[in-house]
Nanobody, 120 residues
């Protein structure tokens, strides 16, 4: 069992920045992956970004490229999502995800979610 604790959401004006954090209760091995998904009201949960714990390779949805940066701190078992140039369309609940392979292939554990609201 892996617990994921998220923090960093909040209210920000368009053009502003936020940094989300997700700390895993279990030490992550090189084959593991973590990532972020989001769900806006009335919409399905969608992929935002992913990172390989071992190699640090990253993957982004098109709308996040150039604005969001995913990173991890192995020593702290913590993953981050730096979000810049935020838009009202980024408003959603953001979920941390953990996978024994890649979150693109399937998520084994979810965080509780953190609200991000971008005002125009």
């Amino acid at each position: 069992q892996v617990q994921l604790v998220e923090s960093g959401g909040g209210l920000v004006q368009a053009g502003g920045s936020l940094r989300l954090s997700c700390t895993a209760s279990k030490r992550s091995f090189s084959s593991y992956g973590m990532g972020w998904f989001r769900q806006a009201p009335g919409k399905e949960r969608e992929f935002v970004a992913a990172i390989s714990w071992g190699t640090g390779s990253t993957d982004y949805t098109d709308s996040a490229k150039g604005r969001f940066t995913i990173s991890r701190d192995n020593a702290k078992n913590t993953m981050y999502l730096q979000m810049n140039s935020l838009k009202p369309d980024d408003t959603a609940v953001y979920y941390c995800a953990f996978s024994r392979s890649s979150v693109r292939n399937g998520v084994d554990y979810w965080g509780q979610g953190t609200q991000v609201t971008v005002s125009s």
